[in-house]
């Protein structure tokens, strides 16, 4: 079996996600396409990156990151740093040949995203951008029966993502909150999410229509690098200025002519990780709540009118990645476990030498979309894609 050196940039908490799916592919998926070697990690100072090498199973650290692209023993490079830097490590692993597995949002802009798809198709690199929440084996079964026909020609669909952690106007400036560095806010760090799985699910955009907001224009100033996420309060010091949106809210045409609706917000208090997705078609409607992740409620037309409505599927076996997962539907999968399938889809992409999926040309039409939703915002018309 062929064994692939990593090299993972970034040792906050995606890392620990990264690692946790490096380790635990082939438990589920076996014989696995490949083995993964965890040889050297990087983060920001050479006793940050010891740390980190002990703490999530690496070889060595560095506070390099340039050591891992230029190792001739690496074959993978994982980018899980801030946005600011996605671009510029992407092109210099592409053109020394590595892979590439780098989480989302591609980058911080449109022309960064462009360097990066180029790069690597003219690397002709394996690459794979971390949407991982498409993964999830009940997502999986709703692109399965829209496929299928099962719920006849899309009408329309319906997403959300709503979070609260930074509802608290003393949640510490991170990093997610400075144009600079992350790009945009609820857009870029969750919104993004949604418009992929709308892509994998329903199709391509054709023209958006949004509403764009920032409810808290500034907070307390972060001290460490770590990112706190709003479980820490910033205190009485000095404030920084919040320059990316809060909260998007945008209308859909799809190229195929279904209609849609995407709301992504960081500041809804009680909403811990709520991604939603409805579709309604001519034949039936599908409805998904990621904090109910074992589900996946359906109705169909065709089901008699004494017992039409919504019934739930249990995911398990019989369903997408049901052969490495639990052998019992509702054991309850988490977070960790759709970054093994994560893993496996990307080693396994390597192994067979043929593109994954989410790739950077998927990032770089979602790089498209945000660009349209941000210029919508501010012109509050429609913005063609």
């Given amino acids: 079996m062929k064994t692939y050196h990593v090299g993972l940039i970034g040792a906050g908490f995606m890392a620990k996600a990264h690692s946790i799916a490096y380790d635990g592919m082939p438990m589920f998926f076996w014989p696995a396409p490949g083995m ?74 449109l022309e960064e ?67 600079k560095v992350c790009g945009s806010g609820a857009l870029g760090d969750i919104g993004t999410h949604v418009v992929d799985m709308a892509r994998f699910l329903i199709g391509d955009f054709d023209e958006v229509n949004a509403r764009v907001a920032t409810y808290i224009n500034e907070r307390p100033l972060q001290t460490g690098s770590a990112d706190s996420l709003g479980n820490v309060k910033g205190g009485s010091g000095p404030k920084g200025k919040v320059d990316v949106d809060d909260q998007c809210c945008f209308m859909i045409n799809f190229k195929n002519g279904a209609f849609g609706t ?20 001519t034949e039936g409607s599908i409805y998904f709540n990621y904090e109910r992740r ?50 496996y889809d990307f080693i396994k992409a390597i192994a067979e030498n043929k593109q994954a999926s989410p790739d950077f040309e998927d990032g770089y039409q979602i790089e498209r979309i945000s660009d349209a939703v941000l210029r919508s915002g501010a012109s509050r018309a429609w913005e063609k894609v």
């Fill in 36 to 109: 993964a070697v965890k040889k050297t990690i990087a983060d920001l100072t050479e006793e940050c990156a010891r740390d980190a090498a002990q703490r999530l199973g690496f070889q060595q650290g560095t506070a390099n990151w340039r050591d891992i692209v230029e190792d001739p023993e690496i074959d993978i490079v994982d980018i899980c740093t801030p946005n600011d830097v996605h671009c510029e490590i992407a092109v210099a692993a592409a053109e020394a040949g590595k892979h590439i597995l780098c989480e989302k949002p591609i980058s911080r802009t």
């Fill in 113 to 179: 995203a462009e360097k990066m798809r180029d790069a690597v198709k003219k690397a002709g690199v394996i690459n794979m951008l971390a949407f991982n929440y498409r993964r999830t084996p009940a997502v999986q079964l709703a692109k399965k029966l829209i496929d299928e026909g099962a719920v006849g020609t899309i009408l329309d669909f319906r997403g959300t993502y709503l979070q609260d952690w930074s509802a608290d106007p003393d949640s510490p400036l991170s990093w997610r909150f400075q144009k």
């Fill in 262 to 281: 995407i709301e992504a917000t960081r500041n809804a208090w009680g909403r811990n990780n709520f991604i939603t997705l409805e579709i309604h078609g």
């Fill in 294 to 343: 074992d589900e996946l409620q359906v109705c169909f037309a065709s089901d008699g009118g004494d017992r039409r409505g919504f019934r739930t599927i249990y995911t398990g076996p019989a369903h997408p990645y049901g052969e490495g997962l639990w052998p019992i539907p509702a054991l309850g999968i988490g977070y960790t476990e759709t970054k093994i399938v994560e893993c």
